[in-house]
């Protein structure tokens, strides 16, 4: 559950099924980004960083886990989709 100080692995699931990914349950924070963002489009990538700078910039404590798992994977991916996209 989300609490307003602290985010969490349910979390982080949590929040991005309600932009619209699709995560199993039980998934890990690494597993849910890297499902997160496989075939990102425009809409997606949108609605993903949308919800990253949320987090990144809210007041809630962010697990190490999850952080990890935005770090490595939601932030390279983001960047990527970006760059490709600016050169297409």
Same mark, same amino acid.
């Given at each position: 559950?989300?609490? %307003? ?5 349910? &979390?982080?699931?949590?929040? =991005? $099924? ?6 199993? @349950? !039980? ?8 499902? %997160? ?5 425009? &809409?997606?990538?949108?609605? =993903? $960083? ?6 990144? @910039? !809210? ?30």
């Amino acid at each position: 559950m989300m609490h %307003a100080d602290l985010i969490d692995q349910d &979390d982080l699931i949590g929040q =991005l $099924r309600s932009i619209g990914f699709e995560t199993p @349950s !039980g998934a890990s924070a690494e597993q849910a980004c890297a499902q %997160a963002v496989c075939g990102l489009t425009e &809409d997606r990538a949108r609605a =993903l $960083r949308q919800l990253v700078e949320r987090m990144l @910039s !809210g007041s809630a404590t962010i697990l190490p886990a999850v952080r990890q798992a935005i770090d490595q994977q939601l932030l390279p991916a983001l960047a990527t989709y970006n760059k490709a996209r600016t050169e297409a």
